[in-house]
């Protein structure tokens, strides 16, 4: 089989994981909040079903408090920390897979932690895609802006339903079905029809 391009950013199960960042109770005032953790809990779902490993962080908890429940996230140990980027606290996760090539990114903030969090793994060499659609900021300007910035640096631009059939492949796998159902209902709203409005020029 041909070696995979990396510029194409194909994923598969074998060599991704997903990383859910600081779906924490005192960001619930975020907007689109309940939006963007609906879909993070399907992508935990999806990777959970396909055996995808999934790490998941909270910011300060003492402070912002602990990762809300309709995650779905509670059979996950979450990691602790006070860096904006995931990977100074999970350096022991991913140095344990030398196999991995492809990180899912879902969480907020945009701005902060995702963005941070991209542009340290995209300088250890891996392929980050931001699950657009799973993450959100306080200010939407924000928001856009740091996902216009990742895609500057190099990162994957994606939905969850996209990524979702990327990571399943063909309709006959054995787990599609309950793939599907999960996927039957699009993804809810989270506003980024207006960010891409008019061929927004960020996007060019």
Sequence with gaps: MAAVRPG??????????????????KFRHVSFF????????RMLK??????????????????????????????????????????????QVLDARPQLRSVLLCGLETQACILHTALDLLDRGLQVHVVVDACTSRSQVDRLVALSRMRQSGAFLSTSEGLILQLVGDATHPRFKEIQKIIKEPAPDSGLLGLFHGQNPLFR
């Design 34 to 41: 309940p939006q963007i953790v609906s879909v993070a809990a």
């Design 46 to 91: 999806v990777a959970q079903l396909l055996d995808v490993p999934v790490v998941l962080t909270e910011q300060y908890p003492q402070g912002l408090g602990p990762t809300v429940p309709e995650l779905g996230a509670e059979g996950l140990q979450p990691w602790s920390k006070t860096c904006f980027s995931m990977v100074p606290a999970v350096q």
């Design 8 to 25: 194409l950013g194909r994923i598969i199960p074998g060599s991704s994981i997903l990383f859910l960042c600081d779906m924490q109770e």
